[in-house]
C-alpha cells in the first residue's frame, strides 16, 4: 500500500531538548511539506521541499530544521529555539509543486514537551 | 501575506445541505482547495477549483468566484459521519502552497 507513515504517533519531550520527527512516504512524490497545528486551528506551513536536496522556510520556520536527502524522507527537528514546540505535527506530500496537486498527509505526531 | 475566513462551527440534520464559506485574500493566487480531517485524524482532500464555477464529485460541491474572493464547499444529503472540521486553503506562490483557513467544525445532528 502506497502512503506517508508518520513515527512516532506519540513524542514526549523535556524542555530545551531537540527532537527529531519522521516523515516516510512511498508515493514516489517530488514535494513534501511540515505543517503545525494547533488546537482549533489551521494548518501552518513550517517547511517544504520541491526536489531532494533543496527546502523552503514556510511561515513559521522558526525553531524547526529539515533536511531532504531522499526523495522518500523528509525528517524534521524541532529545537530548543522554538518557543512552543507542544503541537500536533503533519506531513504531507504530493506529485509535484510546480503545478497544483492534491495533498497527501500523514496520520501526524502529537508532541508534548513537558 | 495571506488571510483566509470561514465560520468556526456550523451545524445541521441529518440528510439536510449545508454550505461553508470561504473568503480569501491573497497574492499569486492560483486556486482553492477543500480538505476535511475528522478528530485526532489526517486531512484529507475533498476538492478543488482553480477556475470560476461550480465542481460536483458525489454529494460534494465546491464553487469559486475569483472576482469577489469567494468560496464555499456544498454538502448534501448530511450524513452523520460528515461530522467533521472542514478547511479551505488557498494555493498560491511559485511553489503552489497552501495556506490554510482556521477551519470550520460542522456538527451533524440525528
Known amino acids: 500500500d502506497g502512503g506517508i507513515t508518520q513515527s512516532p504517533k506519540y513524542l514526549f519531550r523535556k524542555e530545551g531538548q531537540n527532537v527529531t520527527l519522521s516523515c516516510e512516504q512511498n508515493l514516489n512524490h517530488d514535494a513534501m511539506y511540515w505543517y503545525r497545528q494547533d488546537p482549533g486551528q489551521g494548518l501552518r506551513l513550517i517547511y517544504y521541499s520541491q526536489i531532494v536536496n533543496d527546502f523552503q522556510k514556510g511561515d513559521i520556520a522558526e525553531g524547526y530544521s529539515v533536511s531532504r536527502e531522499k526523495k522518500e524522507s523528509f525528517p524534521l527537528t524541532v529545537t530548543s529555539a522554538q518557543k512552543n514546540p507542544t503541537a500536533f505535527y503533519l506531513c504531507a506530500s504530493s506529485i509535484g509543486a510546480g503545478s497544483y496537486n492534491e495533498q497527501f498527509f500523514g496520520p501526524g505526531t502529537r508532541l508534548t514537551v513537558l | 501575506g495571506q488571510s483566509l475566513e470561514q465560520p468556526s462551527e456550523v451545524t445541521a440534520v441529518e440528510g439536510a445541505i449545508v454550505q461553508i464559506n470561504c473568503t480569501y485574500q491573497?497574492?499569486?493566487?492560483?486556486?482553492l482547495s477543500w480538505y476535511q480531517q475528522h478528530d485526532g485524524g489526517a486531512p484529507t482532500f475533498l476538492s478543488y477549483n482553480g477556475l470560476d464555477g461550480l465542481e460536483e464529485t458525489g454529494r460534494f460541491s465546491s464553487f469559486l468566484s475569483r472576482s469577489d474572493s469567494y468560496g464555499y464547499l456544498l454538502l448534501q444529503e448530511l450524513q452523520m459521519k460528515d461530522s467533521a472540521s472542514y478547511f479551505c486553503a488557498v494555493s498560491s506562490g511559485s511553489a503552489r502552497q497552501l495556506t490554510f483557513g482556521s477551519g470550520t467544525q460542522l456538527t451533524v445532528l440525528p
Open positions: 491573497t497574492s499569486g493566487f492560483y486556486g
